[in-house]
């Protein structure tokens, strides 16, 4: 390549050249000397004037002509060193980028025009501009020579720092900053609510419509605005629900050697939580609420290159503008509060990485900011790829130690006949739940007002009569589907028209749904599992192409992948979808008693002293069924968790089945079975059975002496009850009995140390009618129950060393309370005071220990106590003293009126009811316990619990249970404490066929048996 040759009418060019050169090399030793200090520039400034003297060795800067990396002509500039004798010979080729320097410049940026200029400052500028008035125009190219060189003059040099251009990331996001619950995009600011979940089963319709009605104007008030619905799910926290249950387990019983140890509970307990659907359901509602100004994006360009981001005169004028969605959204219906930045953290990350597995760590800052550079990190692990034939997309996230992969289909919502809800359809954008697998949704919808729906409709209506002009011109009848098309948007413009915002506001937008599988053929499988599920609700569900741009439609901040499959509908309809409608029930802190099997399944935990400890409500508990519905069992069960994890228990089961529990192997050590059909004389003593309240108890003198004389009563009572249950009832029934008995029973002294035997005394005393009544008491006495009643209460009355402890009455003929007690027999009417007095025991254990310690009594058939006063009281007494005492009272019946009959339904904090299809009258008393509405269907709910299917020869395990928790919610679930081994078996109390030894069959039944004969 040869040096180029200026023509001699180019003589400004070469101006502008031998300019460019100086300015070239001032750039040339600014750039060395960034990299020097000050003394180490003088010393090379001092070498180069002596070697310029000694007229040694030149510095020339040449330029040349070179074809840059797109192919054109480039101007490059060039250092050569050479001694005079030397020629001055052109580079083969650009030069390498010298490593000792930080910042390369680039052949394009040495080019000496008007931005080349710009480079330097207005000193420089001027400097050599002052000079170049003196330097000689040249008018043609000299003869190569060496030009002669003037010594550098030292100068102090002031030090810049280097100008580094550093690569910017592929930027993946919208999302510009996150600031509270505010994200930033380049054109918008959207604001991010969440919506806690609504209880949706078990409510009245009235209710479910005033909830929807007021979502609805809600929405009307947003008209103007574009809504970003996301429902994105969240993992239960097994490990953290195992842990927080051992940190509130104070004294687990300690391992059995050989047995289940506590560990191997939990985490048996945590196998169960993985078998059913971990996924719970989060919304939150994003309002894209304003439009940013290029004077705004042009303050966060200029404070971006300041490290600083939005700038502070935009955030003060849009938390004016938050306020009033605060105030909107947070009304009831929505329940909106604002988004915290851990949850919005989250929402985002679930969008980027949609349907993948929770990261296994979260980060601990809770900044409430998020710099433009910092929304890489959501990006940074998750990748995508297209699927084959578009169907799917492949997600691969990175994580520590290995790489996890789904593929996750989105499918849009299409045409969509009218539903009722709520009276005959679930809420539409909640009927995915009912599949057990979790899913995504996300909807991008236009809230318009009454002027610009009206004007769509409006257009909509000119299209149609255009239509049926073009008929009419073409003489041809017209469909009668145009004209019911346009009277159906002549009835919707005069309803928006006339009608309040509530009824003329419409929304329009774009309703999707991913499902995701490990492989594209299980995702695929899901996707027509799904799809058929919606069909059966008169809903089309889509699979569009161009899945990737879907996938980013769940992200914050996308935009919309394409307007097809626009959903037109009033905002009441889209309050219709409901979203956040839950089917939780239980506190979340106590042992798995079983799992949701309404519209979706969700693990059960309840803790009986979740309402004492932490509601600061009464700790009763009320089991009702009909026979065979489960109540036995489910209580045995309670009873067990509470055994497991050292909290005193005590059963009252009078016919033993619940008893068995005893001998489980992991209990067998710390339990106890007390038979009272073969106890001490004076077990069931009256008078020893209330305890004496103690002073630590209570707060002052004045509740300790209300409680003692509470108590007397109380034994009196008690007493007297007792004795009218042994007299023979036509002696019971005259008048001058119960005037006899009190008497009597004001005479002795109600200390725990009394018994029967000084009330027979009293009455002996007190007159010949009170001595023939004496003796009709002793001759009951001599039979052989009756020595539980009689005499003097043993020491081991009131022994509280067992964990769990079991009161049973084996052999005890329970009577009949349809029949008249005339026709009871002798066995049957001592049952009756046997049990009155076993429920008094039972509490007596209870009363027994600390107030603060926590205590569980379980009580079978407590029908029987509310036809007597004492039993009332006892039952009462028990509801209203369980905060105190830290009691958690499980009461079960086969009657729901034998609980409402004692006036304790408003100290009942939880709730279960079981099959129950025998008497419908009995069925609407269960739901007045469940607070539920009456007349509208629900008792046929009850009576299709634990219901075997036709054909089968299989028995039920576990029942189900309508359960009415502390909260108020109301939901079906299924009892199962399956991870317990052997626990089913020994809570059974069905008979069982006895087993039939095949061996010793014939050989004819034993061909006929296998069906071969």
Not at 746 to 756: C, I
Request: aromatic fraction near 6%; include cysteine; charged fraction near 25%.
């Amino acid at each position: 390549m040869t040096p180029h040759v200026d023509a001699p009418d180019s003589r400004q060019k070469a101006v502008d050249d031998t300019r460019g050169e100086r300015m070239l090399r001032a750039r040339a030793a600014r750039l060395a000397e960034q990299q020097a200090d000050e003394d180490l520039l003088e010393d090379l400034a001092t070498s180069e004037a002596m070697l310029v003297s000694e007229g040694s060795m030149a510095h020339h800067f040449m330029v040349f002509d070179s074809p840059d990396c797109n192919g054109q002509s480039g101007k490059v500039a060039q250092a050569a060193i050479s001694t005079e004798s030397a020629p001055v010979m052109p580079p083969a080729s650009e030069p390498e980028p010298d490593p000792d320097i930080d910042a390369y410049v680039s052949p394009h940026e040495l080019e000496p025009n008007d931005d080349f200029f710009d480079n330097f400052t207005e000193e420089e500028v001027a400097e050599e501009e002052a000079t170049e008035e003196n330097q000689p125009v040249p008018l043609a190219v000299p003869a190569p020579q060496t030009p002669a060189l003037v010594a550098a003059k030292p100068r102090r040099v002031i030090p810049r720092p280097p100008s580094f251009r550093d690569r910017e990331p592929m930027r993946e996001l919208e999302l510009r900053e996150i600031a509270g619950h505010l994200t930033f995009t380049r054109t918008d600011v959207t604001a991010w609510y969440r919506i806690p979940d609504v209880q949706w089963a078990f409510r009245a319709d009235k209710e479910r419509t005033s909830i929807m009605l007021s979502i609805a104007a809600q929405y009307a008030a947003l008209a103007g605005y574009r809504l970003h619905m996301r429902r994105t799910t969240r993992p239960y926290p097994a490990a953290q629900w195992a842990h927080r249950l051992d940190e509130q387990t104070v004294a687990p019983l300690p391992d059995v050697l050989g047995q289940t140890s506590w560990a191997d509970h939990l985490t048996q307990a945590q196998h169960r939580i993985h078998a059913t659907s971990l996924a719970e359901g989060e919304v939150y509602l994003g309002v894209v609420f304003q439009r940013r100004t290029l004077r705004e994006q042009a303050i966060e360009l200029m404070n971006t290159l300041r490290r600083q981001g939005i700038g502070n005169a935009e955030r003060s004028r849009l938390q004016q503008l938050v306020g009033r969605f605060d105030e909107v959204l947070s009304a009831f219906g929505l329940q909106a509060q604002p988004a915290t930045p851990l949850e919005l953290e989250w929402l985002v990350h679930r969008s980027v990485a949609l349907c993948m597995p929770p990261p296994s760590s979260w980060p601990a800052i809770e900044d409430s900011r998020w710099e433009s550079g910092d929304l890489f990190a959501f990006t940074e692990h998750t990748q995508r790829f297209r699927g084959r034939y578009g169907s799917a997309v492949r997600l691969v996230t990175r994580t520590a130690d290995s790489h996890v992969e789904r593929h996750v289909a989105v499918l849009t919502f299409g045409r969509m006949e009218e539903l009722v809800v709520p009276e005959q359809h679930e809420p539409w954008l909640h009927f995915h739940e009912q599949l057990p697998w979790a899913m995504e949704l996300s909807s991008r919808v236009d809230v318009l007002g009454p002027g610009d729906a009206l004007k769509s409709l409006e257009h909509k209506l000119l299209t149609i009569r255009s239509q049926q002009r073009d008929y009419h011109e073409h003489e041809m009848d017209a469909p009668p589907e145009l004209e019911r098309l346009a009277q159906r948007a002549l009835d919707i413009t005069d309803e928006m028209a006339t009608g309040l915002d509530l009824d003329s506001a419409r929304v329009h937008g774009w309703h999707r749904i991913a499902v995701a599988g490990e492989t594209e053929s299980e995702c695929l499988a899901r996707v027509r599992l799904l799809t058929d599920h919606y069909r059966s609700m008169r809903i089309t569900l889509q699979h569009p192409k161009d899945q990737l741009r879907l996938l980013d439609e769940f992200i914050p901040g996308q935009p919309v992948a394409n307007t097809g499959y626009l959903r037109r509908m009033p905002a009441k309809y889209f309050a219709a979808a409901l979203p956040q409608a839950a089917a939780t029930v239980g506190d979340r802190r106590g042992p798995i008693i079983g799992e949701t099997c309404g519209t979706s399944r969700r693990p059960v935990m309840w803790d009986p002293h979740f309402a004492t400890e932490v509601r600061e409500r009464s700790g009763l508990a009320v089991l009702v069924a009909e026979p065979g519905g489960g109540k036995s069992t489910l209580m045995g069960g309670v009873a067990y968790l509470a055994a497991r994890r050292g909290i005193s228990t005590t059963l009252l089961d009078p016919s033993g089945p619940l008893a068995r529990l005893c001998e489980l192997p992991e209990l067998a050590p710390y339990s106890k079975v007390y038979d009272l059909t073969r106890g001490e004389p004076g077990t069931l003593a009256p008078y020893s059975l209330i305890p004496t309240p103690q002073r630590e108890h209570f707060a002052d003198d004045a509740a300790h002496r209300s409680a003692i004389a509470a108590a007397r009563a109380e034994r009196k009572a008690l007493a007297t009850d007792i004795c009218t249950m042994l007299l023979p009832p036509q002696v019971a029934r005259e008048r001058s009995t119960p005037i006899l008995l009190q008497r009597a029973a004001r005479a002795v002294d109600p200390e725990e140390s009394a018994t029967l035997d000084d009330l027979l005394q009293a009455l002996q005393d007190a007159s010949a009618e009170g001595v023939e009544l004496a003796e009709t008491l002793g001759d009951v006495r001599d039979m052989p129950l009756s020595r539980l009643f009689f005499g003097a209460a043993p020491d081991s009355t009131g022994e509280t060393d067992a964990v769990l402890s079991v009161i049973t009455m084996a052999g005890l003929a329970l009577p009949d309370l349809s029949i008249d007690r005339e026709y009871w027999q002798i066995e049957e009417r001592m049952a009756l005071p046997m049990l009155h007095l076993a429920t008094a025991f039972t509490t007596r254990r209870a009363y027994g220990l600390g107030m603060a310690e926590r205590k569980l009594v379980g009580l079978d058939e407590t029908h029987f106590l509310s036809g007597w006063g004492s039993g009332r009281a006892l039952f009462t007494r028990l509801a209203r003293d369980s905060r105190k005492w830290n009691i958690a009272a499980l009461a079960a019946s086969q009657n729901p009126i034998d609980i409402l009959g004692l006036d304790v339904q408003n100290l009942v904090s939880t709730v279960f009811v079981g099959r129950i299809a025998e008497d419908p009258e009995i069925a609407e008393q269960a739901l007045r316990m469940l607070s539920i509405e009456r007349g509208v269907g629900y008792e046929n709910t009850l009576a299709q619990l634990s219901v075997a299917h036709m054909g089968s020869q299989d028995r039920l395990g576990y029942r189900e249970f309508i359960m009415r928790d502390v909260e108020g919610r109301v939901q079906k679930f299924r009892a199962d404490l399956s991870y317990v081994p052997g626990l089913l078996d020994a809570l059974d109390t069905t008979a069982k066929s006895p087993h039939v030894d095949r061996t010793r069959l014939p050989n004819e039944l034993l061909d006929s048996s296998d069906g071969r004969g």
